[in-house]
């Protein structure tokens, strides 16, 4: 974990999810998801501190396009050429800067970003949708459709050594919580229905985008949601 803000270890920007590093093997690189883009260099001083340059980064990956997530996409890509990855919805928006589909002018007036606050439109090289495979390196990272958060929302999925490890961006959280929010894009059903996929996964180890992360028996706090859900209830806000 390179990048972590208030919801977490804190360790660069207050607005940044948690930006993950992961070491693909054979010199390759990637970040999955970009933080606010407020003061991203931190992000890079946390990387450098471990003896990696930021140069030999060459993709990201993007959970989804909310600016907690994708505002500092612009940045990576144009500092370190950095191959943006994305979901096929986000990478329309992100490219285009549509800021009302990233739902940037609400979280504006909720005080959840500052007044001045935009996403820089970036270009992405590609998009992907469900059961897709990303090769990076030694690692291949399939792609799931986790929508109901945030429209265009997916997840990637990794397979090592029999367990299966999940960076799940704003889908499910320790504890089984979720992010609820009065936006256009956040769909309760749709929300149900991928904590049930995730559910019927089994996840050893959650890479979430907020708080803290599992290294084992992550299923049984999905299962907490999955729960909730299914006596149509919904799992607490994180």
Same mark, same amino acid.
């Given at each position: 974990?390179?990048?972590?803000?208030?919801?977490?270890?804190?360790?660069?920007?207050?607005?940044?999810?948690?930006?993950?590093?992961?070491?693909?093997?054979?010199?390759?690189?990637?970040?999955? #998801?970009?933080?606010?883009?407020?003061? @991203?260099?931190?992000?890079?001083?946390?990387?450098?501190?471990?003896?990696?340059?930021? #140069?030999?980064?060459?993709?990201?990956?993007?959970?989804?396009?909310?600016?907690?997530?994708?505002?500092?996409?612009?940045?990576?890509?144009?500092?370190?050429?950095?191959?943006?990855?994305?979901?096929? #919805?986000?990478?329309?928006?992100?490219?285009?800067?549509?800021?009302?589909?990233?739902?940037? @002018?609400?979280?504006?007036?909720?005080?959840?970003?500052?007044?001045?606050?935009?996403?820089?439109?970036?270009?992405?090289?590609?998009?992907?949708?469900?059961?897709?495979?990303?090769?990076?390196?030694?690692?291949?990272?399939?792609?799931? #459709?986790?929508?109901?958060?945030?429209?265009?929302?997916?997840?990637?999925?990794?397979?090592?050594?029999?367990?299966?490890?999940?960076?799940?961006?704003?889908?499910?959280?320790?504890?089984?919580?979720?992010?609820?929010?009065?936006?256009?894009?956040?769909?309760?059903?749709?929300?149900?229905?991928?904590?049930?996929?995730?559910?019927?996964?089994?996840?050893?180890?959650?890479? @979430?985008?907020?708080?803290?992360?599992?290294?084992?028996?992550?299923?049984?706090?999905?299962?907490?949601?999955?729960?909730?859900?299914?006596?149509?209830?919904?799992?607490?806000?994180?």
């Amino acid at each position: 974990m390179v990048g972590s803000g208030k919801y977490g270890a804190q360790t660069s920007n207050t607005m940044d999810c948690n930006v993950y590093l992961l070491d693909c093997g054979d010199g390759e690189y990637a970040l999955i #998801d970009a933080g606010g883009g407020i003061n @991203p260099e931190r992000i890079v001083g946390n990387i450098e501190r471990i003896g990696i340059a930021a #140069d030999k980064i060459n993709y990201l990956l993007l959970t989804h396009g909310h600016g907690d997530h994708a505002g500092g996409a612009a940045y990576f890509h144009t500092r370190f050429g950095m191959q943006v990855i994305s979901s096929q #919805d986000v990478s329309n928006w992100l490219a285009n800067g549509e800021l009302e589909k990233l739902s940037v @002018p609400p979280a504006i007036r909720a005080g959840v970003y500052p007044e001045d606050y935009t996403i820089p439109s970036c270009p992405v090289a590609r998009g992907v949708r469900e059961n897709d495979k990303i090769e990076i390196g030694k690692v291949a990272l399939m792609v799931l #459709d986790t929508p109901g958060h945030a429209q265009g929302h997916v997840s990637y999925l990794l397979e090592r050594d029999g367990r299966r490890l999940l960076f799940s961006g704003d889908s499910i959280f320790a504890g089984g919580k979720v992010v609820i929010q009065n936006t256009w894009d956040c769909v309760i059903p749709e929300y149900a229905a991928t904590v049930a996929k995730l559910h019927s996964l089994r996840i050893d180890a959650l890479f @979430p985008g907020h708080g803290t992360f599992l290294l084992t028996e992550a299923w049984k706090h999905i299962e907490k949601a999955y729960v909730c859900f299914e006596r149509l209830d919904v799992p607490p806000n994180l």
